[in-house]
């Protein structure tokens, strides 16, 4: 099938379901293309454990251009793999060498647990969101969208927040396993625009609870999150969503 | 016969919807709260409706099959959303966004459709600002435009290129704020099988449980199917892995219309293909032609590097042939020229099926702007080049670093190098104008339904027109069926139509893993591709098409003896989840041929070769084909046509020209 040139030795994370125990399994691949996508060898790898009759390795994956969030696959110890700032699904086999062996695990944090080989349950993110990741504004009572006008500074930097995919990379190479920064991008977002004023301390104080009763660690400042975030966003965030989270200790009630 | 009734209201055109819009039955809050509605896609279109059907105070039960309902496919466009505001004192109106979308969808979508959704398009953009979405915004602070194809006025609000991405994450936090108020039940990890129809109306779902492969039922008193378009019956597509028809496929079988199946979209910008090993392709969004220039060289099988081919041994063919749109054609329209200089062997790169688009020209256009923000006057190239680099960048800064992860080539210093792909489907479940198909209760939103892109959408008009189905179609038109289901008490799932429906599903189910074949679920699909892009493609002719039926009719038995799907039913199973997709897109793909092959004109994205003009543009058969074609499926997979005459009372009908 494929026309390239590339020897692999993969070693995989193969766990039948939730309380299965897992274990790393050995894969030979060759003739791997170096214009392949991480994804698109996972593809040839299943292909060929069908045409075998195993059962092929399950994992998340969707848009397969950087932007769903679905692919997440922890490669040779990090989220995404070698190259900064690529999901998975981007990253090609150019970035690596013949007769490399690659290490792929799932995510692993106490609050996604492990559904089946390399997929994991994210649905706490969405839990989080469901908390406060909001503006209440009802379908049909927006005025112009230009009679608030917004500095583009702040927008750009509201935009830069925006940016998070919701993949979860971030907790998954956090030594605590914590959703700080994901969480924080949000509330920064949201805290940075005028649309998001009447329920910012709110918000921060229930999706930071949401957080917590998640399970999802706390934030000792490593760094790893920005460093392994695929969208580059900021720890900055963390820092602004703290000072929401305590300010709203000493705002009074009627404005939380 | 079902209902076949388009329903389009008397009066005049920009009044229409007013006027419905205010004499539309309503349904008293009280009832509201036992009114059940089941949404399946959480997409623009799926998650706005999701989200303001619980705000009115429907109880709402919303399905996808991703893991989150962030993760639906409108995520991935890139380029924009249009709306009727000028902003930008060009000239922009109502009438000519609803005159440019008809036009440029080759008239061959219902007018008044396409008023409405120009009408509401500017209501749309004020409720993602009001949602916090981050578009784009001038150093004033007031919103930014672009211009897409197909327009002479910039109309086209973006945020980078991740407009998809931001207006979803908008319509998901809508969502979600009703799912953490209990108004609406969110299945994640759950794909709808079947419709389940009672009594000819759409009563509820049979949806699977992907994680424990479970069958589960579930009521609705009106079923809302916002389940995305079916590009990847081509196999390779810009479309998720996971887009599939099978919503769609079980309510076209169950009685609803299938119209204007052949309507493919090919996007001229998209990264060309590589290798055999391809899996999806990937968009260079529209907004890329803003600032970038086409063109091939001028001699045949010129193997130079871009870089020492002389400006006037360039062919910018585009600008050459439509001087008045230029590299801003519409998307069929800049494909098919494409297409027509590689297959003259003009085209670029190893595989020649690829044309250049260059920003060098509008680099240094920026760059000398920026030297005067400087004050830095007569400033030499390099400098021009090094200041318009950075404006490129803010701009396009997420697809270039994309180009380059794909390619492994820099295209801030090569032009790139791109090729047309299957990108979006104007066709989709026939509806009414109130959005129902013909099964009454059962309606379609956003690219699942056919109903305002003819035969050709314009660029920034999909998110446009999920939302506006979304946000503020449905939730008003849905009151005139739900008004007179008020007596409707929830249906016991132990109903003889549920449990039948799924016995159908787990039938159908057990058939897969029980074929044992020796062929993987992806080498079918790869070859229904195949025909299809080679017959059912950018051009198509009677004889290919005719082949490609019978190929797809041999497909379908192959597949169904000799498919292997590995594992069980009552387990998470990928390959399982593909299996029936592929069934679904096969039985299509015939559809699409048969479709291509009744409508012998050319218009939009559909190009019959023996329809075209001398300069080979396409050509319109009005007197014969200005119809809908709504398919009825049939015992044993046939299809009978149905029309939908399209009358063009405000739009003079006429040869579309971008010259």
């Not at chain 1, 934030?219 to 000072?243: D, F, Q, Y």
């Not at chain 2, 008809?102 to 509401?120: S, T």
Request: charged letters at 25%; proline letters at 4%; glycine letters at 8%.
């Amino acid at each position: 099938m494929s026309t390239g040139n590339m020897n692999l030795t993969l070693k995989v994370w193969r766990q039948k379901d939730n309380k299965a125990k897992g274990s790393l399994v050995d894969y030979k691949l060759s003739e791997i293309s170096p214009d392949m996508s991480f994804l698109e060898m996972f593809d040839v790898l299943n292909e060929q454990l069908i045409n075998k009759g195993d059962e092929p390795v399950v994992f998340d994956h969707d848009c397969r251009e950087g932007i769903c969030g679905a692919c997440s696959m922890f490669i040779n110890g990090r989220p995404h793999g070698p190259k900064d700032l690529v999901t998975t699904c981007q990253l090609h086999m150019r970035s690596f060498k013949d007769g490399d062996t690659i290490v792929v695990e799932p995510w692993r944090a106490a609050a996604f647990p492990v559904i089946k080989d390399l997929t994991v349950d994210r649905t706490a993110f969405d839990r989080i969101i469901a908390a406060g990741g909001f503006i209440s504004v009802n379908t049909g009572n927006a005025q112009d969208a230009n009679a608030l006008p917004i500095p583009k500074l702040q927008a750009d930097a509201a935009f830069e927040a925006a940016a998070c995919i919701g993949c979860g990379a971030c907790v998954a190479t956090c030594k605590n396993a914590s959703a700080m920064l994901f969480t924080s991008a949000k509330i920064s977002q949201l805290a940075l625009l005028p649309q998001g004023q009447p329920e910012r301390y709110r918000r921060a104080q229930s999706m930071v609870a949401q957080m917590d009763a998640e399970g999802f660690g706390n934030c000792t400042n490593t760094g790893a999150c920005e460093a392994e975030c695929p969208k580059g966003i900021s720890l900055e965030n963390i820092a602004r969503m703290n000072r929401d989270f305590y300010a709203a200790k000493f705002v009074s009630e009627e404005e939380v | 016969m079902a209902d076949f009734n388009a329903n389009i209201p008397e009066g005049e055109l920009t009044v229409k919807w007013t006027k419905l819009r205010s004499s539309m039955p309503l349904v008293n809050p009280a009832n509201k709260r036992s009114i059940e509605i089941v949404v399946v896609g959480s997409g623009l279109a799926g998650a706005s409706a999701a989200a303001t059907l619980a705000e009115m105070g429907y109880k709402v039960k919303c399905f996808c099959f991703q893991d989150s309902p962030r993760r639906a496919h409108s995520i991935a466009a890139q380029g924009g959303i249009n709306a009727a505001k000028n902003y930008q004192n060009d000239g922009d109106s109502v009438y000519r966004l609803f005159y440019d979308t008809i036009k440029g969808g080759d008239y061959r979508a219902r007018e008044a459709n396409v008023h409405r959704l120009a009408e509401v398009s500017t209501s749309i953009i004020d409720q993602c600002v009001a949602q916090g979405v981050p578009l784009a915004r001038e150093y004033g602070g007031l919103l930014d435009n672009r211009s897409f194809g197909g327009t002479q006025v910039q109309r086209t609000f973006y945020a980078a290129g991740q407009t998809g991405q931001q207006l979803l994450l908008g319509a998901y936090s809508a969502l979600e704020r009703q799912i953490g108020m209990g108004k609406v039940e969110m299945f994640t990890r759950h794909e709808m099988l079947e419709v389940v129809v009672i009594e000819g109306k759409a009563r509820g779902i049979i949806a699977r449980n992907l994680i424990t492969g479970e069958l589960e039922r579930h009521f609705g008193h009106a079923v809302l199917l916002g389940s995305g378009g079916y590009g990847n019956v081509f196999y390779l597509s810009t479309n998720a892995m996971g887009s599939n028809v099978t919503a769609a496929w079980k309510a076209h079988k169950k009685g609803a219309f299938f119209g204007n199946p052949c309507f493919t979209q090919i996007h001229p910008t998209c990264i060309p293909v590589s290798g055999d090993h391809q899996s999806k392709l990937t968009l260079m969004s529209e907004s890329l032609r803003n600032d970038g220039r086409i063109w091939v060289p001028k001699k045949k099988d010129d193997n130079r590097k871009a870089s020492d081919i002389p400006e006037d041994e360039r062919d910018y063919y585009l600008e050459r042939r439509y001087p008045a749109f230029g590299n801003l054609v519409p998307r069929d329209v800049a494909s098919r020229a494409a297409k027509e200089r590689c297959d003259a062997g003009y085209g670029v790169g190893n595989s020649k099926l690829a044309v250049y688009l260059d920003f060098a020209a509008n680099t240094e256009r920026y760059g000398r702007i920026e030297a005067t923000k400087h004050n830095i006057h007569n400033p030499d190239k390099a400098t021009c080049v090094r200041l318009g680099l950075e404006v490129i960048k803010e701009k396009y800064g997420n697809l270039f670093d994309m180009y380059a992860q794909i390619t492994g080539e820099n295209p801030y210093e090569t032009p790139m190098r791109i090729y047309p792909a299957v990108h979006y489907t104007m066709g989709g479940l026939w509806v009414d104008y109130n959005l129902m198909t013909t099964i009454p209760g059962l309606y379609a939103l956003g690219e699942a339904n056919f109903s305002d892109h003819g035969a050709n959408r314009l660029g920034a008009s999909a998110l446009m027109q999920g939302l506006a189905d979304g946000y503020f179609v449905i939730p008003y038109t849905i009151g005139a069926y739900l008004s007179k289901e008020l007596a409707t008490k929830p249906i016991p799932l132990d109903h003889p139509a549920f449990v039948e429906a799924e016995a159908s599903v787990r039938g159908i189910l057990e058939k897969f893993i029980n074929i044992k074949g020796t062929k993987s679920v992806d080498f079918f699909h790869k070859k229904l591709g195949l025909i299809m892009w080679e017959k059912c493609g950018m051009a198509r002719n009677a004889q290919g098409l005719t082949e490609a039926i019978a190929e797809i009719q041999q497909l379908r038995k192959d597949f169904w003896s000799d498919v292997r799907v590995p594992g069980n039913i009552n387990e998470f199973n990928p390959e399982l989840e593909k299996a029936g997709r592929v069934a679904d897109f096969i039985e299509l793909g015939e559809l699409m041929c048969i479709d291509a092959l009744n409508r012998n004109e050319s218009c939009g994205g559909h190009f019959r070769e023996e329809y075209q003009t001398e300069e080979g543009e396409a050509l319109r058969d009005d007197e014969n084909y200005a119809y809908v074609a709504a398919w009825e499926f049939k015992e044993g997979v046939k299809f009978e046509l149905h029309k939908e005459e399209l009358k063009f009372e405000n739009i003079k009908i006429a040869q579309r020209s971008y010259k």
